[in-house]
């Protein structure tokens, strides 16, 4: 089945302390990113990446990395929380550049920092 | 980079057609129109794109007018089930991938 996954999907966690969620998609998709989901504001996109070892920021990257060592998997890593991170992610993939890929994604993340 | 504008919420009775209008008055030539659809605590799911006139699969129809400064999304016979939010998402062709942004979207409340 053609999917996108994500883990944890849940994490509580506090100030300061480093978190990674892993995403992973089995589709063989070129484009990945990273979104956050917060009440009133939509989703926002954080970091995309185009192939392996390509990424770049999207509108709020302050407080993230990313790494794309391999094709299928696209790690969000915050290295230092904070409370205004706590947020729904969701991590999507696509086939395609621009706007005519659709984009599959993740079942989302939801992360409270305290 | 064309800003779109959508209403916050809608509501509607089952059974009933649903159109959600999306406003792009800058939209580029080289943009495309898609729109997705996100239930509470899971990932958007694309629904349906188009570039001008008139493009319907079996999910929904979308309306796109000459000048393309807007575009509707039609939903026919709404049930329950198509309680969501959706998005309208103006984007261009080729490139420019970190340019794609989700606005805040209309939440459809569909009754019975």
Known sequence: EAQVTQNPRYLITVTGKKLTVTCSQNMNHEYMSWYRQDPGLGLRQIYYSMNVEVTDKGDVPEGYKVSRKEKRNFPLILESPSPNQTSLYFCASSLSWGVLGEQYFGPGTRLTVT | ?112
């Open chain 2, 1 to 112: 980079l064309a800003k779109t504008t959508q209403p916050i919420s809608m509501d509607s009775y089952e059974g009933q057609e649903v159109n959600i209008t999306c406003s792009h008055n800058n939209i580029a030539t080289n943009d495309y129109i898609t729109w997705y659809q996100q239930f509470p605590s899971q990932g958007p799911r694309f629904i349906i794109q188009g570039y001008k006139t008139k493009v319907t699969n079996e999910v929904a129809s979308l309306f796109i007018p000459a000048d393309r400064k807007s575009s509707t999304l039609s939903l026919p016979r709404v049930s329950l089930s198509d309680t969501a939010v959706y998005y309208c998402l103006v984007g261009p062709r080729d490139g420019g991938y970190n340019k794609l942004i989700f606005g805040a979207g209309t939440r459809l409340a569909v009754h019975p």
